[in-house]
C-alpha cells in the first residue's frame, strides 16, 4: 500500500499544470512592443508617430491577452474604432473641421459683401429716379431673387415698335452706368397686355415683347454690359400685374422689367 502510494505523489509531482506561462509569456510580449513603440516615439517626426500609435491601437484592439483555456475572458474590442479613436484622425477631424468653418466664413463675408453691393445699386438708381422725377415711368423693387427695375414701355417704345425711343436712350446710359457697378447676372422681361396686335411684323404680342426685351439687351451691350451676364425672355400677356379690365390696367402691364440678379 506505502509502495502505491508514493508512485501516485510522484506522478502527481511530474504533472503540475504550467498553462499559465502562455498568457505570461503573451504579456511579456505585448510590454515589449509597448516599450519599443515608447522608444521609437522620442521621435519628432509627427507621421511616424501616428503611424505607432495606429499599430498599437490596432495590437491591443486583435491580440487576445489571456488565454480563454486557463479560465480568464478575451479582451473585447466592441466599440473600439481607431478611426474615432486615434490622435492622428482626431487631428484630421479637427482640420477638417476647421477648413470647413473657414470656407463658411469666407462664403457669408463674400455674400455679404455682394449684398452691399446690390443695396448700394438700389440706393443709387433711386436717388437717380427722385432726381430726374421718373416715379411714374421707373419703378424698383427689392425682390428675393434680386432688384427689379420695371419700365413702363409708353417711355420705351412706340405702340406696336420694338425701337427704342430717341429720349428715352440716355435715360438707358444711365441705367447701364449703375449697372457697371455690380457684375451680377441680369435678366430683361419684355410683357404686353392682352390687346391683339396688328402688325406685319410681329404676328402676336409673344413676338413682340420678346423683341422689345432684345432690344434693351442689345443697346446695353452697346454700352459695355457684358453679355454674358445678360439673357432675355418675353412674356406675352401671360404674366400681368394687373386684370386687363381697364386702360390704366393694361398700360401698367405693358413694361420692360430688367432684373439685377443676387448670387
Sequence with gaps: MSRKKRHNHHEEEEH?????????????????????????????????????????????????????????????????????????????????????????????QTESTDEQKLQEFMKQMQQYIDQNHLNAEIHLTDLQEGIQITLKDSIIFDSGSDQLKANFTPILDNIAKMLQTVDNSIIIEGHTDNQPIHSTQFISNWELSGARALSVVHYLQSKSINPQRMRYTGYGEYKPIYPNDTPAHREANRRVNIIVLRK
Design 16 to 108: 503540475i499544470d504550467e498553462t499559465w506561462l502562455i498568457p505570461y509569456a503573451d504579456l511579456l510580449t505585448l510590454l515589449l512592443a509597448l516599450f519599443i513603440v515608447l522608444f521609437s516615439m522620442r521621435s519628432e517626426d509627427k507621421s511616424k508617430m501616428d503611424a505607432m500609435i495606429q499599430s498599437l491601437y490596432t495590437a491591443f484592439n486583435t491580440i487576445s491577452v489571456f488565454d480563454t483555456n486557463s479560465g480568464g475572458q478575451s479582451p473585447s474590442n466592441t466599440g473600439l474604432t481607431t478611426k474615432q479613436n486615434t490622435p492622428g484622425s482626431i487631428a484630421s477631424q479637427n482640420s477638417s473641421a476647421n477648413a470647413k468653418q473657414i470656407l463658411n466664413q469666407n462664403k457669408n
